[in-house]
């Protein structure tokens, strides 16, 4: 899938397992992730798809809200909205990124096609993990990538 | 008046012959009346008929002048009238008029040219042309549209420096096979412009707006069908899988609307790469090996040469032969043939795709590459066309530099093929990409 030659050409993980029994998260040993997405339906969603993998899950519903929610809460991963109301995600992560403890905390930009259009901007992006387009993935997608940069992250 | 002359001289000549006769009773009254008579009228038989003859000759050679100067009066004055009436015409037309003459002198300049530009009539006349109406160029060049194939507009600078999009059509005039010089129609197309744009970011919003419930419609299905909320009965299982292909369908077709108003709002980035078309054939084959083993078609690949590698942008290219590859299966019944070829020509690389499937009617052909145009058999053939597919592929090839063409029969197959210069495709500086 396109997708994941993006996110591959990015991260560069050589040998990254792929499966999806990958023993990342146990409900003993929880990995925290923040979704910042207004549209509540989308982040519900990922939501029960990460919870019944094992993660344990935050929502915020704007690129503000979900700054704070990151500070606090210090996750293992952010899925990013980029258009979102009272701060867009693009300012978020650039402000998350001036925060020396969250320089390389893996953040995977959920987007509509049109709002990140090339992969060389991800640098303008500050290092994001992985563009995903939203309609044209699953929620399944979006658990893998989450555990590959996990995975790697460990 | 002839008439009344011939009359007078005809009593004249009456009352003389009558007066010489009486006379000659008088002063002869011993010779015969009858002697003289008859003599007499043969004289005056003559005279007369010299008197008419002459009348007739003066009258048709000479027109008398007060009966033809009314006749060049009314000429002239519907001469000037139309005058008149043509330098109104021109000066009020809708569009902007100049006209030079053979040394490129302006002639004519009219009122909308007058409030188009911002130049008077009176400073302009006799003014070279290319002192009047400058174009820049690199507005020009940067707004038209990438698509060679549309028309794109110059821009024309005003008076004041200010500039505004123009389109226009020039002709030379003249008489008989000399020309004397040439007249052009201008008009500002920003409103036209406006308009196009305005088009394109309505779809783009709309497309962008219907993605976010389509998404949600997607994840949810899959989720159902992933078990996240349960084991779903096999008739449940068939049903939201319906549901999940007809999302997916639809946001196909909201990808490839997005997809054209991006080629056609000039904003696609052309980024052309070292691309090896074999390997990248042999990729969409691959994934289109699916639909035809689905319909039970038989497929051969084949490089008849060794095909070099070219600068093209492989996301695009790919795009083309994943829709002609799609259509090729779709538009065949089943155990069709299909066959897809690339070979090496002087100055380009040539990919045909066949098949011998339905064919297109002939009264089909020329709308093919038109925008939402479907066959009026596809349709009830196929449920899955857009009417864009062909469309974008033509777009495509527009971009790369390349042309597109078929040779198709109804009821034998249709051969697709394309070419990409071996020279590549230059890039293009844009903001967008293409979604797959």
Wanted: charged letters at 25%; proline letters at 5%; aromatic letters at 8%.
């Amino acid at each position: 899938m396109g997708i994941f030659d993006n996110f591959k050409a990015l991260f560069q993980p050589p040998n990254s397992p792929q499966q999806d029994n990958t023993p990342v998260a146990k409900p003993t040993n929880q990995k925290k992730i923040v979704i910042v997405e207004d549209e509540k339906i989308l982040a519900d969603a990922l939501g029960i798809k990460l919870e019944h993998e094992g993660f344990q899950i935050l929502k915020a519903e704007n690129g503000q809200t979900g700054l704070d929610m990151i500070k606090q809460n210090k996750p293992d991963a952010v899925l990013l909205d980029l258009m979102m109301p009272v701060m867009d995600g693009k300012t978020m992560l650039r402000k998350l990124r001036e925060i020396p403890e969250f320089k390389f905390t893996p953040v995977v930009v959920l987007t509509n096609a049109g709002e990140v259009d090339n992969i060389k901007e991800t640098k303008e992006y500050d290092n994001a993990a992985a563009f995903l387009i939203k309609s044209n993935i699953n929620p399944e997608d979006v658990v893998k990538v989450v555990k590959d940069l996990l995975t790697v992250h460990l | 008046m002839n008439e009344n002359k011939n009359l007078v001289m005809f009593v004249f000549a009456v009352i003389f012959v009558s007066v010489f006769f009486c006379g000659l009773t008088l002063i002869a009254p011993h010779l015969n009346f009858l002697t003289y008579a008859i003599p007499a009228a043969f004289f005056l038989i003559i005279i007369l008929n010299i008197v008419l003859y002459m009348q007739l000759i003066k009258g048709s050679m000479i027109p008398t002048v007060p009966d033809v100067q009314p006749v060049i009066d009314k000429d002239i004055s519907s001469f000037e009238t139309d005058k008149i009436k043509y330098e109104a015409i021109l000066a009020y037309i809708g569009e902007g008029l100049v006209v030079i003459d053979k040394a490129g002198k302006i002639i004519t300049f009219n009122k909308a040219a007058e409030s188009l530009l911002g130049w008077k009539e009176h400073e302009v006349l006799g003014r070279e042309l290319t002192e009047v109406i400058k174009i820049d160029y690199a507005s020009s060049i940067n707004e038209s549209k990438i698509t060679p194939s549309r028309q794109s507009a110059l821009y024309f600078m005003r008076k004041d420096g200010t500039k505004f999009p123009a389109a226009i059509t020039t002709t030379s005039y003249g008489v008989n096979s000399s020309i004397l010089g040439t007249a052009t129609l201008f008009r500002d197309v920003t409103m036209e412009q406006n308009v196009d744009k305005m088009k394109n970011e309505f779809i783009s919003l709309a497309s962008h707006q219907l993605r976010t419930p389509l998404a949600a419609i997607k994840w949810y299905t899959e989720m159902l069908l992933k078990g996240d909320a349960g084991k779903l009965l096999p008739e449940q299982t068939s049903y939201a899988e319906t549901i999940y292909s007809s999302t997916q369908r639809m946001i196909d077709l909201v990808n490839l609307l997005l997809n054209i108003s991006r080629i056609e709002s000039g904003r696609i980035n052309v980024e052309p790469l070292p691309t090896d078309l074999k390997k990248l054939v042999n990729e969409v084959v691959e994934e289109v090996k699916i639909r035809y083993e689905e319909k039970k078609h038989t497929y051969t690949v084949n490089f008849k040469e060794p095909i070099p590698i070219i600068n093209v942008d492989p996301r695009l290219i790919r795009q083309v032969y994943v829709n002609l590859l799609t259509n090729a299966a779709k538009y065949t019944p089943e155990k069709g043939q299909l066959k897809i070829e690339l070979s090496k020509g002087a100055t380009d690389i040539i990919s045909d795709i066949s098949d011998n499937g339905y064919g297109i009617p002939d009264t089909d052909q020329d709308k093919l590459f038109g925008k939402f145009f479907r066959g009026i058999k596809t349709v009830t053939r196929e449920n899955g066309g857009t009417g864009l597919g062909l469309y974008l592929v033509r777009d495509i090839i527009d971009v790369s530099h390349g042309k597109i063409w078929f040779k198709s029969k109804e009821g034998k197959g249709t051969t697709f093929s394309f070419s990409l210069p071996l020279s590549g495709t230059p890039a293009k500086k844009g903001v967008l990409t293409l979604e797959t």
